[in-house]
Each structure stands twice: as C-alpha cells, then as structure tokens.
C-alpha cells in the first residue's frame, strides 16, 4: 500500500510521518502529481494560510487533481479547510470538495483565546474513520478558523460556537485536530483511515 502526504507550504509533516511509522505505515512526501495519483490513500496535511497554500496547490494544479480524487482523502487542519469551498482566511477560494465556507473565530469573551490551542473533546461521532472511538475523547487542536456545521458534519466540537472537528464526503474525509499530535486516540483514527 502507498501512502502519500502532500508536500506544499505546510507545517506538521514531520509530526505526521511519524505517527504513521508508529502504526507500521510508511509514507511518502511528495508534490508529484502522478505520484498522488498511484498512491493508495492520500493526507493533505497542514499548518499554515490559506492563500500562501492554496497558491502553491494551484501552481502545481494539485487543487484539480485533488478534487478529482476516488482514492481515500484526509485533510489535517488547515487541510481540512483548504478541501472546503472558501476560507476567511485572506478570502481564499479553496478547492471546494465540501461546500463549506471557514469563518474566523470571533468572541467578546476575554476567556476565550483566539486561536484555540490545546485540548478539547469531539462529539456525535459517525463513520468508519471513528470506529472504536470514545464519544468524547480529546484530541489536540490549534487554530483560528473553523468550519460551521453541515450536512457532511461527522464530529463537533465546541469552542466559542459548535464547529465541525471532522467532515466526509464519499472518499474525502478532514479533522480539524491534529491526531499526529493526539497520542494513542489520535493515532487510532489515522489507523482507521488507513484501514478504509
């Protein structure tokens, strides 16, 4: 099985690579379009902004060929965002998989810090990609932007408003937290994920 995280202007691979080696997965870096093509499942990483990733992807043509995709699709944090259909973020058209718009967290409450950083819980879980996983189990979370919920909602979670903290539509599926960062849990819903 070929495994392969997209290389474009985002943090975290590191961190992702290996989470896989501690499940027995290896996987492969790389921007090569007929590499993401011939791979078994796919994971659109990401920490970063939107518009410096969304350029990057579009240079290469990697957006079109993502969204084309019928093989398994992960997106991670601001991979999850950019598979999205628009992100405040700098007003960014992103690829449109889920026909969601990214909002910017905005809050008067002085006791909510803006990004959320740290732990928080995922609830009313759905789908394979979260078999055998507690409702309410914590997983790590660092961001500024979210996406509202929806149809394609599979977790929420609550910080300032409900969010989707997982979507999926057919074989595209995103979490807003960062399971490479979210011990053994974290590491369970990547195995699931490769188990598709």
Known sequence: ???IIIKYPAGNVQSILFSLERIGVEAFV???????Q???KIILPGVGEASFAMKYLKEKKIDIL???????????????????????????RCIG???????????SNHNKKIPQIGWNSIHQLKGPLFDNIPDGSYQYFVHGFYAPLGNETIAKTDYIVSYSSAIQKNNFYA???????SSFIGHKILENFIRL
Not at 80 to 88: G, P, R
């Open 175 to 181: 979490v807003q937290f960062h399971p490479e960062k």
């Open 1 to 3: 099985m070929k495994t």
């Open 97 to 107: 998989v889920f026909d969601l718009f990214v909002k910017k967290f905005k809050t």
């Open 66 to 92: 993502l969204s084309k995709l019928e093989q398994p699709v992960l997106g991670i944090c601001l991979g999850m965002q950019l598979l999205c259909k628009f992100s405040e973020e700098r007003n960014t």
């Open 30 to 36: 790389t921007d090569s379009k007929r590499s993401i």
């Open 38 to 40: 011939d791979a078994d």
